[in-house]
């Protein structure tokens, strides 16, 4: 059972480089989303989506795009990396309301 | 702007003993989870709280919602090494998921 899976698991980048973040789910979950991680801060909702070719941003969208061409990918692309977006995020799915998360990426950008 | 507030934020305590986390929110919802994560990992969903008064029990924890005082509870009973995690609860406003800034609890021997 493989679920939610992110990658890569570890990333640095420098400033004004892009990438993508991948995540991928095979529970058939209409329901993905992207969170950040930041020390004292709790998670915090960046992009979700509710299916495919519907997006809507979350709490702290600026900076990053999504996109959901199909029910099982979310991607998290960051446009132009600043030292601001240095965290750790989490993509999750979800039934019900009940999240489901991957393993989480961690991304420095210097 | 939602707030979702979690106390304490630190949480020491020793094997055996008794304590409960606190979950305060601030917008009107029906829907709380409660979940774990331990350093460097993921995080595991332990309990969904879907109703005014519902209450969910799995081994030594429970956690409870009050969505008229917008409040949720977890409640450690007898505290054992293993339950030495970072706990966050979370308020579902329809689509998107408030997480709490989490409890980080250590049980001492």
């Known amino acids: 059972n493989a679920g939610v899976t992110q990658t890569p698991k570890f990333q640095v980048l420098k400033t004004g480089q892009s990438m993508t973040l991948q995540c991928a789910q095979d529970?058939?979950?209409?329901?993905m989303s992207w969170y950040r991680q930041d020390p004292g801060m709790g998670l915090r909702l960046i992009h979700y989506s509710v299916g495919a070719g519907i997006t809507d941003q979350g709490e702290v969208p600026n900076g990053y795009n999504v996109s959901r061409s199909t029910t099982e990918d979310f991607p998290l692309r960051l446009l132009s990396a600043a030292p601001s977006q240095t965290s750790v995020y989490f993509c999750?799915?979800?039934?019900?309301?009940?999240?489901?998360f991957g393993e989480g990426s961690r991304l420095t950008v210097l | 702007e939602l707030k979702v507030e979690q106390n304490p934020l630190f949480l020491s305590m020793q094997e055996g003993k008794n304590y409960t986390i606190y979950c305060n929110y601030s917008t009107t919802s029906d829907r709380l989870y409660w979940y774990r994560q331990d350093p460097g990992k993921s995080l595991e969903s332990l309990f969904v709280l879907l109703s005014n008064g519902a209450v969910k029990q799995e081994g030594r924890l429970m956690a409870s919602l009050d969505t008229k005082a917008r409040l949720s509870t977890l409640h450690i009973t007898a505290a054992v090494h293993d339950l030495s995690a970072t706990y966050f609860c979370a308020v579902d406003t329809g689509n998107q998921f408030y997480f709490g800034t989490g409890t980080s609890l250590t049980v001492i021997p």
């Open positions: 999750a799915s979800s039934v019900d309301g009940e999240l489901f």
């Open positions: 529970m058939n979950h209409e329901y």
